[in-house]
């Protein structure tokens, strides 16, 4: 089965910037969209930034300018480079990939990787 694994979140001070990764493992698949949520206690799960087989992005309003996302197919990685981080900024981060195996397509979560943005 597909594996997502996150990375890069942590303390940072407002302004400052984080680089998270999600590395996606297993075998017989391709991926199709990757995207990246976030969440905070009591709050629903908000839909970050997305990118495309293609390599079109889309963004939050919350977020554009500021936040970029990419992919790195040959890794089956997609990144989110977060910069001028804000304190509403903090959050949980996730990142779900749409992937084909077989003739069947799943969509897949990573684990969580915890963003924290002091004042």
């Known amino acids: 089965q597909v594996q997502l694994v996150e990375s890069g979140g942590g303390l940072v001070q407002a302004g400052g910037s984080l680089r998270l990764s999600c590395a996606a493992s297993?075998?017989?698949?391709?991926?199709?969209?990757m995207e990246w949520y976030r969440q905070v206690p009591g709050k629903q799960r908000e839909l970050v930034a997305v990118?495309?087989?293609?390599?079109?992005?889309n963004y939050a309003d919350s977020v554009r300018g500021r936040f970029t996302i990419s992919r790195d197919n040959a890794k089956n990685t997609v990144y989110l480079q977060m910069n001028n981080l804000k304190p509403e900024d903090t959050s949980v981060y996730y990142c779900?990939?749409?992937?084909?195996?077989?003739?069947?397509?799943?969509?897949?979560w990573g684990q969580g990787t915890q963003v924290t943005v002091s004042s």
């Open positions: 990118i495309t087989s293609s390599g079109s992005t």
């Open positions: 779900r990939i749409t992937a084909t195996q077989a003739i069947r397509t799943y969509q897949y």
């Open positions: 297993g075998s017989g698949f391709s991926i199709n969209t």
